[in-house]
């Protein structure tokens, strides 16, 4: 029997959970993963696919203008990069290596203390994550990254790229944006909150009304007869 207070749907919570589990759960860390699973697998499986066809049917340096319309502009070339995304930093392939592993690493772990209701950052972190191993089984097993994404900035300057590196871009800036979202969601409800501290709520003096307070005050009972004018008071009681 699942305990009725269950772990947070993360990896290692999951599996200290799975033996005892009941459906709820399963669906719940099912649904939290598959956005990883699916998005990130999505983004490895067309970039592996996209540098097996470039290597197969392109020779080094060799192009194909899959669209002539716009060959100018972008094609399919043959190219090679041991540095980092976009050609920067050509001589340190090792060390990006590194630097991939360890940043798969830190979002998988940042992926699963992510809420429930977080899913442009867990389609981001996914988007970097698959990106980020695709490139590294390249380092890992031909020493070098296969780029093919030839894009003709100028007549004098162009970048070859791959789509891992543009889906780890991509991701990035989506992660960006969704930070940015939630910050400003934050101060609106903070801002919203300092503006009117008593709402929602009955204000205390009585209704409120447009800008102009309205006060309820209780008028004491009138008397129908008419005042004495002479002779003794009556009196009190």
């Known amino acids: 029997m699942c305990s009725q207070n269950p772990p ?5 919570g999951g599996l200290q959970y799975l033996a005892g589990c009941d459906g709820a759960f399963m669906y719940r ?10 998005a990130g ?4 499986a067309l970039d592996r696919v996209a540098k097996w066809l470039t290597i197969t049917r392109l020779e080094m340096g060799e192009s194909w203008n899959f669209f002539p319309a716009i060959g100018g502009f972008i094609r399919v070339t043959r190219s090679y990069n041991t540095g980092a995304a976009f050609g920067l930093f050509p001589s340190g392939s090792n060390v990006f290596l590194v630097v991939a592993l360890l940043t798969s690493a830190v979002f998988l772990y940042l992926y699963s203390q992510l809420s ?16 980020a191993l695709s490139n590294a089984i390249d380092r890992i097993v031909l020493g070098h990254v296969i780029d093919y994404v030839h894009v003709q900035i100028t007549p004098t300057f162009a970048n ?3 789509f891992a590196d543009h889906a780890v871009t991509l991701g990035v800036m989506l992660l960006l944006i969704d930070q ?9 409800q903070a801002a919203a909150a300092q503006a009117d501290p008593d709402s ?3 204000h205390p003096m ?14 004491a009972p009138v008397s129908a007869e008419p005042p004495v004018l002479g002779g003794d008071a009556p009196d009190s009681i």
């Open 160 to 162: 070859i790229s791959n």
């Open 200 to 202: 929602p709520g009955e």
């Open 180 to 188: 940015w979202r939630m910050e400003r969601a934050e101060k609106q």
């Open 116 to 131: 429930d209701r977080a899913p442009l950052a867990r389609l981001s972190i996914a988007m970097v994550v698959g990106g």
């Open 8 to 12: 947070k749907a993360d990896m290692l």
């Open 206 to 219: 009585g209704e409120i009304s447009g800008d102009h307070e309205m006060v309820q005050v209780p008028l």
């Open 41 to 44: 697998g999505g983004v490895m």
């Open 29 to 38: 860390l099912i649904k939290r993963w598959a956005v990883l699973v699916l």
